[in-house]
């Protein structure tokens, strides 16, 4: 699927680094978000693989436990560089969050705070908006191949918006289009199709070190984790809030960590491991969340174009795949309600989208920043 010439694999490891490592740096937003960055930096600036094969995996991806963006940036190290590219590109996208992360647990626990930086992140989410809108505009173009495919994806967007949980929704989106262009082009038989899952339930055993007490804690969330950072809220509130392991408060401070750093909001997981057990606490709590995504990638990679090439679940991909857009569009639209609450806000949108939409392409990234100083400013020295 590289549409590059072919590198040296020193050189590829290399690039690899130096892109998911700027990305780490300054992909705010979320995980619909990230995705928009990475469609702008590996498809359209560098075109490692085709669209369709890049929508292909985000379809994939949604259909395994684990951070949505954090997996993809794995999967896009797979295709330029091998295994070792899924490792090179999800450590230095994870990296920038984890350090900030673990340096703000650090003034946390020390002194009971961390910087007020409001003020600069303000202008930052109303910039996000314009460049999720470009990334779902581009692949919908791609994705959107018939009138039906629309119609499961409005489908979709609708029971999203209605709080339908998203993997319900991507599932039902799927075997809904898969069921109906089988009937459609008179296919009978339809094949079974089961992705690994990894489970992790019951006691721990006799280990008895606290931080491998914490990396176990956080390797089942990992393991099992679907949705947002909401639903790892609900995940953390009952592995670590019902017994008595960290109050609510010192959880909701973590997770507010997470929104607030670049990079993928499981980073949480490093501030709380540091509330629990200091730097050895963060190192198994980080390891821990996000190790089975480098599994589930490892093993899901190499399928997804068996997966395009067999007629049956090829219409289940596509339908997955407008599915996974449809629910992007719906992240976009819950957050501009959430936003866009006065003229600062739409006043940062407005800029932002006359820079990506313009005729000279403005790099997200560079999006970002003017967002956020144009952000620090309105809210410092603009009093109406």
């Not at 994939?60 to 090179?88: D, Q, W």
Request: proline share 4%; charged share 15%; glycine share 10%.
């Amino acid at each position: 699927m590289n549409m590059q010439m072919d590198k040296p694999q020193s050189n590829k490891l290399k690039e690899v680094f130096l892109v998911f490592f700027k990305l780490g740096c300054f992909a705010f937003g979320g995980p619909a978000a990230h995705i928009a960055f990475m469609e702008d930096e590996i498809i359209e600036r560098r075109k490692w693989m085709s669209r369709q094969h890049f929508l292909d995996l985000i379809g994939g991806t949604n259909l395994i436990p684990g951070p949505n963006s954090t997996e993809m940036t794995m999967h896009c190290g797979y295709e330029r560089a091998g295994a070792k590219g899924l490792f090179v590109a999800g450590i230095s996208f994870i990296f920038p969050a984890v350090l900030i992360s673990g340096i703000l647990a650090y003034l946390y626990v020390s002194y009971g705070k961390v910087p007020q930086v409001e003020d600069w992140i303000f202008g930052i989410k109303p910039a996000v908006l314009a460049v999720i809108l470009a990334a779902v505009i581009k692949l919908g173009k791609k994705a959107l191949k018939s009138w039906e495919l629309l119609m499961i994806g409005l489908g979709v967007l609708a029971a999203s918006l209605l709080g339908v949980n998203e993997i319900v929704a991507l599932l039902c989106g799927g075997v809904l289009g898969c069921l109906f262009f089988s009937i459609k082009y008179q296919r009978s038989t339809l094949q079974s199709y089961f992705l690994p899952f990894i489970l992790l339930n019951g006691q721990w055993g006799v280990f008895s070190h606290p931080s491998f007490k914490i990396f176990l804690s956080f390797l089942k969330v990992g393991s099992i984790l679907y949705g947002s950072g909401y639903v790892l809220f609900a995940y953390l509130e009952a592995e670590l809030v019902a017994p008595g392991l960290l109050t609510r408060m010192e959880l909701i401070d973590a997770i507010a960590i997470g929104q607030m750093t670049p990079g993928p909001v499981l980073s949480t997981a490093t501030f709380i491991g540091y509330q629990l057990g200091g730097w050895q606490g963060a190192i198994g709590a980080t390891l821990g969340i996000f190790l089975p995504s480098f599994l589930f990638v490892w093993l899901l990679n190499p399928l997804i174009p068996k997966m395009r090439q067999s007629k049956i679940l090829s219409y289940f991909l596509d339908s997955v795949n407008v599915a996974a857009l449809a629910v992007m569009a719906a992240v976009l639209i819950s957050m501009g309600r959430d936003v866009l609450i006065d003229w600062k806000a739409w006043f940062i949108v407005l800029i932002s989208l006359l820079l990506t939409f313009g005729p000279k392409k403005v790099h997200p990234i560079i999006i970002i920043l003017m967002g956020s100083i144009v952000g620090f400013v309105l809210i410092r020295f603009i009093t109406i």
